[in-house]
């Protein structure tokens, strides 16, 4: 390029006599040296450059200097170009610059009360800018481990430069090692705390005091604000935990100790709810376990047993895959293969002899009736007599007897006349273990018995409403990633499998008997028993949807 210019230059002084030409040399010495800056990747090609004006001549285009958002700022195509030129300084000069710039607007935040909030935010803005800048110097062990070591001297002691793109005058820019960055940004974090705590909001200063502390653990500024963050997002086990570590970094703190007076009484009613809480999740554990251990090995139980394990199972305990109040989810939870309000019943251990909750229910009136305690030693018979006497003729005052459920008008429910049945929930699942998400799934280990007892009763609200959301959510979540996978199978949900068979039960069964049958899963811990009067006519519906494949009968004991 050079030597063109000068052959130009020369070529010029020769022909000084041709003026007329001179504007035709210009602007042909111009085009070639365009010309050969793009062939030397330089300068913009033709198409970038009529892009470019295109671009500027938009009425929508707004210039970088001119845009008042960082979205504004992008759309421009020259975010990261603007930024450079912005930044230009070294980080470490950026980074102090900044930092005076939010310490201003912190301090001009505590001297005008009228409008501090604007204050505030713009140093909690500046806090995180300076983070970032702080987070852009290299540490000097870094520096130190990547620049390579002078060659060997020449014969006139003057070493050679390094080949290293690190600068070689290290003198203009001040030098941190990361001991010291990392105590920087906690220092920034914790600041930036103490703007959230100014404005109260404290779920920010937080998240803020936990940075601060994972730069710096001794930070005890950082300890009191968190401390005190989550005293006042009522998170007293952590708020007692927080100030117990920061006094003994600084047992004389008095913000610390003041803190610690004034929430004492509130932080050991938290422990002491959570120790109850431990305890109570412990008996409730060891409850499971009772009971996991009596279904597999039902022939430790003082009755005999043809060996057959007990089958647990679950059910979706929502309806619904959104958050959003819906009357028909809503309806759908509360059916009756839900159980509700019976969730959390589970069977007892009652000297030496187990009783499992039982649910009756009534479909051809919509109906259903609870059994708290039924035990497995019972004849069915015997309960049935409990629950649907027969009727005599007439009372002594002449009156026809009536059975004690009101909504029995043809008082069908007396024990002769009752057909009681069992469906068959046992899923034969598809291929990949996809199951209908109304369908019940198969507890097979101890594991999942008890995360799903525990689900079912955070969803009651045994464990409040916050850990109700979150099983909720988590129940959601299941629902979806199942319905997802039987549509992605079956294209669609309501290709729905068949309805379950059902198996007749005599009254002469025990409930011990019932419950080991092959075809039996017991639903959410709870037995579930259909009882149909005989000549009903959704008797003959019931059926019709849900074949009886067999009749259990008591077996003739040998002579």
């Known amino acids: 390029m050079d030597r063109k210019r000068r052959e130009w230059a020369k070529g010029g002084d020769d022909d000084d006599d041709s003026n007329d030409s001179d504007d035709s040399d210009g602007d042909r010495m111009l085009q070639e040296a365009i010309d050969m800056a793009i062939q030397n990747g330089k300068g913009w090609a033709p198409e970038q450059k009529e892009e470019y004006m295109k671009m500027i001549l938009d009425d929508d285009y707004i210039p970088p200097i001119f845009c008042s958002s960082e979205e504004e700022l992008r759309n421009t195509g020259l975010s990261e170009a603007f930024s450079s030129l912005k930044y230009d300084d070294d ?41 970032h800048w702080a987070t852009k110097i290299e540490p000097l062990e870094h520096r130190q481990q990547s620049t390579p070591t002078l060659d060997v001297k020449k014969d006139d002691d003057t070493p050679t430069k390094p080949n290293s793109s690190i600068r070689e005058d290290t003198s203009t820019f001040e030098v941190y090692t990361e001991n010291e960055l990392n105590n920087i940004k906690s220092t920034l974090y914790s600041n930036s705390s103490l703007c959230h705590v100014q404005l109260k909001n404290w779920g920010y200063a937080k998240n803020d005091a936990e940075r601060s502390l994972t730069f710096n653990d001794q930070n005890i500024k950082s300890i009191y604000r968190l401390a005190l963050s989550y005293s006042m997002l009522r998170e007293y086990i952590e708020c007692g935990t927080t100030i117990d570590t920061g006094l003994d970094i600084d047992s004389k703190n008095k913000e610390l100790l003041k803190l610690k007076k004034s929430c004492s009484t509130k932080i050991n009613s938290a422990r002491q709810a959570k120790q109850k809480r431990e305890t109570q999740r412990s008996e409730r554990i060891a409850k499971i376990k009772c009971i996991w251990k009596h279904c597999q090995n039902p022939t430790l139980s003082k009755i005999s047993s043809t060996g057959d394990k007990i089958k647990l199972g679950r059910i979706a305990l929502v309806a619904s895959t959104n958050d959003s109040h819906d009357e028909d989810a809503s309806c759908l939870e509360s059916k009756w293969h839900h159980h509700f309000p019976h969730t959390g019943s589970i069977p007892k251990n009652i000297g030496n002899e187990w009783t499992w909750p039982c649910m009756f229910q009534y479909p051809s009136h919509n109906q259903s009736d609870f059994v708290k305690d039924f035990n497995e030693n019972e004849l069915l018979a015997m309960r049935m007599g409990e629950m649907y006497p027969e009727l005599d003729e007439e009372n002594f005052d002449g009156a026809i007897k009536e059975t004690s459920m009101k909504w029995d008008y043809r008082n069908e429910f007396t024990c002769s006349n009752l057909a009681i049945y069992f469906e068959c929930n046992e899923v034969t699942t598809t291929k990949n273990g996809i199951i209908h998400p109304e369908q019940v799934e198969l507890l097979t280990d101890l594991s999942s018995t008890m995360k799903y007892y525990e689900s079912s009763r955070a969803l009651k609200g045994d464990e409040g409403p916050d850990i109700m959301k979150v099983v909720e959510l988590l129940e959601r979540k299941r629902l979806k990633k199942q319905r997802k996978q039987w549509k992605k199978q079956y294209n669609s949900l309501y290709n729905k499998p068949n309805p379950v068979d059902c198996i007749r039960i005599h009254p002469g069964m025990t409930l011990h008997e019932i419950l080991i049958h092959p075809k039996m899963i017991v639903t959410n811990f709870i037995v579930t028993f259909i009882v149909i009067p005989e000549n009903h006519p959704y008797h003959e519906i019931y059926l019709k949807q849900h074949p009886c494949i067999h009749i259990l009968q008591p077996t003739q004991n040998p002579k």
């Open 91 to 131: 980080p470490a000069i950026t980074m102090k610059l900044t930092k005076q710039r939010a310490s201003k607007a912190f301090l001009d935040g505590k001297q005008n009360l009228a409008q501090n909030i604007q204050y505030y935010r713009t140093a909690i803005n500046l806090y995180y800018e300076t983070v």
